[in-house]
């Protein structure tokens, strides 16, 4: 497998805050540059060193990054999607320096175009076919065709995050329910659930170019605007975004996150949610996975079942009654 490397401009205190959100993503392949660190490591080995390599010296002065390996695949770019929406949660919090990116010096427009080559039809549960929109294929046993360019916002259908949640909700009959997709990212849940018979979605996500690239999606799949609204914005923090959602409106919550923002939106699920709806939450790493539903269980949800798929997890949920 080839891989992609990305580096993150941070500063020292960034650092841990940064890999944090990698692990929750799932990319563990990291590696730090820190002049601070290195200049630390001189000083306090002095006494044992005669010298240091001089291919190494670069780091008194380099620009503190956190370096990461993304696999040259379809999962690679969900990882990449999902680390794009981290970084602009970090950055309004205008501490953690630039958190610039580059990706070996391939401009971003070209890297997102490489991946295409990578993306092909895929087959979920008994009842989806997910097709790139550039892809033409045999639907021999009668699935619904779910057509998808996910651009650089998470979803393709290829992540195990993804998949457990469409597999999960071909379990559900959703004639004619009502859907919240929050966090939905290039909009594959919403249309999967539409594909399914589902009547409206409802869409949030926090970054507006997901919102844009989930729109063409479902035009793209053929349903129009009676069909779906898409609403950009944090649901932690705008009340007046909460309020365009609606409340006890829906009878089936997708929320394909990350655990600390699974984590924030717990307080809120409970206000959306009708009371014999059901919650679907996933994007949690197996080693958050008691933390984070734990979490959401306190504001009156019943865990019914999880399901893994190699080191994630998904958890579907409903209203105590």
């Known amino acids: 497998m080839n891989w992609i490397e990305v580096s993150i401009d941070t500063n020292t205190e960034g650092i841990e805050v940064l890999t944090g959100q990698l692990l929750n ?5 990291i590696r730090i540059e820190s002049a601070e660190d290195f200049n630390e ?41 999902a680390l794009k929406q981290a970084l602009e949660e970090l950055r309004k ?3 953690y320096g630039a958190l610039d990116v580059s990706i070996n010096n391939v401009k971003e427009e070209d890297w997102e175009n490489n991946w295409k080559q990578f993306f092909k039809p895929l087959y ?21 065709i779910l057509k998808i360019d996910p651009g650089m916002s998470f979803g393709t259908g290829t992540h195990e995050t993804t998949k457990m949640c469409l597999e999960v909700m071909q379990q559900f009959d959703l004639d004619n329910k009502s859907i919240l997709d929050l966090g939905c990212g290039s909009g594959i849940l919403s249309i999967g659930a539409l594909l399914l018979g589902g ?16 729109t063409e999606n479902l035009q793209i799949n053929n349903f129009n605007k009676s069909e779906f609204d898409a609403l950009c914005g944090d649901i932690t923090s705008n009340k007046e975004l909460r309020d365009s ?9 997708f929320a394909n ?12 699920f409970a206000d959306f949610l009708k009371d014999d709806g059901k919650l679907i939450v996933s994007g949690i790493i197996i080693e958050r996975k008691d933390e984070v539903l734990d979490e959401i269980q306190k504001y009156g949800f ?17 209203l105590n009654k």
Do not use: H
């Open 124 to 144: 979920i549960g008994e009842k989806l076919l997910i097709k790139p929109s550039w892809e033409s294929v045999v639907n021999k046993d009668n699935r619904k």
């Open 245 to 253: 959602i609606g409340y006890k409106q829906y009878d089936y919550i």
């Open 199 to 214: 009547k409206n979605a409802k869409l949030v996500d926090i970054d507006e170019n997901s919102i844009r690239i989930a």
């Open 41 to 81: 490591f001189l000083e306090g080995t002095q006494t044992y060193w005669d010298y240091v390599d001089d291919d190494l010296m670069y780091l008194k002065d380099c620009q503190t990054k956190v370096i990461l390996y993304l696999p040259e695949n379809s999962q690679g770019l969900d990882m990449m999607s």
């Open 93 to 95: 919090q205008n501490k």
């Open 302 to 318: 019943n865990l019914e079942r999880v399901e893994n798929l190699n080191a994630w997890a998904c958890g579907v949920l409903s």
């Open 257 to 268: 996150i990350v655990a600390d923002v699974l984590k924030a939106f717990a307080p809120y």
């Open 25 to 29: 993503i799932g990319i563990t392949g």
